[in-house]
């Protein structure tokens, strides 16, 4: 044999074994990859039982029981992982969390996703989910992604925001000069403004004390966190105001999630909606139970006229000059386009 053929046959021979080693070694990987489990943590401020934490448990089952042991899900009530920024900033860094958030939250990021929490936007729940299959909403999203955050379900019907306080309030004029504790948000300090109140940020964990000590007049939120934060124990009036109805998106790190293979990806997303199906009645159960206990501690409960509220809060629109012109008219269009 010549040594030109020999040299031809001695590399055949290693790029053959090359070959069957990157096959080998390809097979190993697609093996490892079908077997690995992908763990995340849920993160939400709600308490043990809350409809959240229902909804939570059940994404959990959904997921792990369709994935076949794949996603192995951790949850994390009554904000064990840190407040909403904190583990936003973590899901931002790429940490394997998932964090309930609000649209009054996430307009720090993409400010015309605040208007999904604004004062009397719509009159049902169906109307604000209905706004997040719009090309409108896509768009919000696709910005929302460049900020590096994902939603992976907008479905989880958090419920209406009410008022509690140690005086009656009937009217908007009743409110004027409370000081009534909001969440740190623009949306929520603006339309508390706009309806006459002194607006008071605080933690949620903070509330209770500050209500013994005067330092707030009431608190508004959802039945169940009133409830949750015994905010009735210190307080004598609930006015069923509905301000605002909030849906509230479950969302992670964009750089997290593209670690996730696709099929683990969609897996999330559809058990995710599966979860929040009925999300609106177990709010609903809840709410019915959370006004039976508040009778029986003997809260004065007010179905008050909510227009004079409506028309009060209209004026928080106007205020709003970080969103896009003409914002309140366009989702109005949407909505009459349905």
């Known amino acids: 044999m010549s040594k030109k053929n020999w040299v031809i046959m001695y590399i055949s ?21 079908e077997d690995e489990v992908y763990e995340i943590d849920f993160a939400y401020g709600n308490q043990p039982g809350e409809p959240t934490d ?27 992982l840190g407040d909403e920024a904190d583990v936003i900033e ?42 997040t299959t719009t090309d409108w909403f896509q768009g919000l999203e696709s910005d929302l992604e ?17 008022l509690m306080t140690k005086e009656e309030v009937l009217t908007p004029g009743d409110l004027q000069g ?20 002194s607006p008071t940020p605080l933690a949620l964990d903070e509330l209770y004390p500050s209500l013994q000590q005067g330092v707030v007049d009431g608190a508004e939120n959802p039945l169940v966190v009133l409830e949750g934060t015994k905010t009735h124990e210190v307080t004598d009036y609930l006015a069923l105001t509905e301000h605002q109805k909030f849906i509230t998106p479950w969302v992670a790190g964009t750089s997290f999630l593209e670690t996730l293979p696709e ?27 959370v006004l039976e206990t508040f009778e029986e501690e003997g809260i004065t409960i007010n179905e008050v006229d909510q227009e004079p509220f409506k028309e009060k809060a209209m004026g928080m629109y106007e205020e709003m000059d970080q969103w896009s012109p003409e914002l309140y008219e366009e989702v109005q269009e949407l909505l009459n386009e349905r």
């Open 54 to 80: 229902q909804v939570a448990k059940k994404w959990k089952e959904l997921a792990e029981e369709e994935s076949n042991g794949r996603i192995k899900l951790n949850t994390y009530p009554s904000s064990q």
């Open 13 to 33: 021979t290693i790029m053959i074994g090359f070959l069957a080693a990157c096959g080998g070694s390809t097979e190993d990987e697609t093996s490892a990859t």
């Open 146 to 162: 460049d900020e590096g955050l994902g939603i992976i379900s907008t479905d989880n019907i958090y419920g209406s925001r009410n």
């Open 263 to 289: 099929d683990i990806r969609t897996i999330l997303e559809d058990t995710a909606d599966e979860a929040a199906a009925n999300s609106e009645e177990l709010v609903k159960e809840s709410n019915e139970e």
């Open 90 to 131: 973590q899901a931002q860094s790429g940490s394997n969390v998932i964090v309930l958030t609000g649209y009054d939250f996430l307009m720090d990021y993409v400010p015309d996703m605040g208007i999904l929490t604004a004062p009397y936007l719509v009159e049902d729940f169906d109307e604000l989910l209905y706004l």
């Open 178 to 197: 409370k000081r009534i504790r909001t969440p740190d948000n623009d949306m929520a300090i603006n339309s508390f403004e706009a309806l006459g109140a």
